[in-house]
């Protein structure tokens, strides 16, 4: 078993440094510099005490819905008014492991925040640069390593970064290498050779 868990640490670490590349993640994420709201230790795992702005959260939606391979529906995994994103049919899973239920690699809350399975190195990093915290369940089930709730978007700069943190999950779970930046318009990171 421990033999396992290395393997898929290793794996998610590689998976992890071709999708930021490939997703539009810089190659580190910035600190989010917004207030971090509090969130429940348990199930529902929600945000409380948020303000949101509905026109922030229409705009991460609207650019959700045009990933391609992605359909935007009522999600069977959240509470009421969650809105599911799912891996179009016929599209192989990389990582099926990732993938709570059905073909939902995320889903967003009415709130804004959304939970979603990222590659376990981004996860940590997200976290640590403020813009996640990890489920209560993450550590319960193999494959949920990078399982988070992202938090609120709540500037511009903010909805192109979770953004970018969907395109990553969506990315870790099928294998693809889809770019945020040149989905959404906006000019790729530059990055200097390693």
Avoid at 18 to 30: D, R, Y
Avoid at 125 to 143: C, D, Q, Y
Wanted: with cysteine; aromatic share 8%; glycine share 6%.
């Amino acid at each position: 078993m421990d033999r396992l868990k290395s393997m898929l640490w290793l794996c998610g670490w590689i998976f992890t440094v071709a999708f930021k590349a490939n997703a539009g993640v810089p190659e580190s994420l910035p600190l989010r510099t917004t207030a971090i709201p509090d969130t429940t230790e348990s199930v529902p795992h929600v945000q409380l005490n948020i303000e949101t702005d509905a026109s922030l959260i229409a705009e991460l939606r609207s650019k959700v819905a045009k990933i391609p391979d992605v359909s935007l529906q009522s999600s069977m995994l959240s509470l009421p008014g969650a809105e599911g994103f799912w891996v179009g049919d016929g599209i192989p899973l990389a990582n099926p492991q990732a993938i709570v239920g059905g073909r939902e690699f995320a889903h967003l809350h009415p709130d804004g925040s959304l939970h979603a399975s990222l590659p376990p190195e981004l996860a940590k990093e997200a976290v640590k640069n403020n813009w996640a915290t990890f489920h209560p369940w993450s550590s319960k089930r193999l494959g949920w390593e990078g399982f988070v709730m992202i938090y609120t978007p709540s500037t511009q700069t903010e909805v192109d970064v979770v953004y970018a943190l969907v395109v990553s999950s969506f990315n870790y779970v099928t294998g693809k290498e889809i770019n945020a930046q040149s989905l959404s318009g906006k000019k790729s990171v530059k990055r200097s050779p390693n």
